[in-house]
């Protein structure tokens, strides 16, 4: 008993911890829209943006969001130009909010989903696309489009031919911007804006390779029909569906090797 009165008053303070914890697990989105649709945008939504955006925001991507704020030299990749409008008006909705929400995973996006409310989120969500609602844009850069649902498998296996060719052809069509590591460093790569990605190798430790956080959907969507605002180019009347494949499975490869590498003693 007297173990338990010297004791006891740790169990207050603990209990408060707790609760705060259950708090803050029950409010969380885990990083996403949950299927919410985005409020209606208002000239008093978009101006309370803007101030979310200069406190929370313009350190990295500037007060006129274009990517150059007073952090952005030193960061890697830089940040996103947002008044990019072939690149902004490519985000849905709900990939803008998930953004915000969890941040982006291999870049210095930060999450804030605990630091400001789910209004004001969607409020700096209404304030960029201000800044690009009236310019024009034309995402489609290739002669062909191919839709890509968000439930699409890569369908090949793991071979050590599948990723020999991968690898190959990896080499030959996207390591000029990517780099011959897939560390985003290709010989063009400082001439392009926003850079080209680090795809497999691991950023900081603790993390996993940015390719890691992306479904193959994404991945075959994004070399097949490019991005747009960005120099990814469609490359879908380039190489063939097999061959897009056999190089997300050879990055996929890379990234284990990456990961396994990181944790090495």
């Known amino acids: 008993m007297k173990l338990l009165r010297n004791t006891s008053w740790l169990f207050v303070p603990m209990l408060i911890v707790g609760v705060a914890f259950l708090l803050i697990i029950s409010q969380m989105q885990l990083f996403g829209n949950d299927g919410m ?6 000239p008093e939504s978009i101006a ?42 490519y985000l849905t909705d709900d990939r803008m909010y998930t953004s915000v929400s969890g941040g982006v995973r291999g870049t210095a996006m930060p999450a804030f989903e605990l630091m400001i409310s789910t209004e004001k989120r969607w409020q700096v969500i209404h304030y960029l696309r201000s800044l690009t609602a009236d310019d024009p844009i034309t995402l489609a850069n290739a002669i062909e489009y191919q839709p890509v649902g968000a439930d699409v498998k890569n369908p090949q296996p793991a071979s050590p031919e599948v990723i020999a060719t991968g690898k190959a052809l990896f080499l ?10 897939a560390d ?68 996929r490869d890379r990234a284990r090797e990456e990961r396994e590498k990181s944790i090495q003693p």
């Open 172 to 181: 030959n069509y996207c390591s000029n911007c990517h780099g011959p590591k």
């Open 37 to 42: 649709q985005a409020p209606p945008s208002t």
């Open 184 to 251: 985003g460093k290709g010989i063009v790569a400082p001439n392009l804006a926003p850079g080209p990605r680090n795809l497999v190798v691991v950023a900081s430790w603790g993390e996993k390779p940015f390719i890691d956080y992306m479904p193959d959907s994404r991945l075959y969507e994004s070399i097949t029909n490019g991005v747009p605002g960005t120099s990814m180019t469609p490359w879908i009347k380039v190489i063939t569906d097999s061959e897009r494949w056999s190089i997300i499975t050879y990055l």
């Open 48 to 89: 309370a943006g803007k101030a979310v955006f200069f406190e929370y925001c313009s350190g990295c991507h500037g007060r006129r969001a274009d990517g150059r704020g007073p952090q952005s030299l030193n960061l890697v990749p830089r940040p996103q130009n947002l008044r990019n409008a072939q690149f902004v008006k």
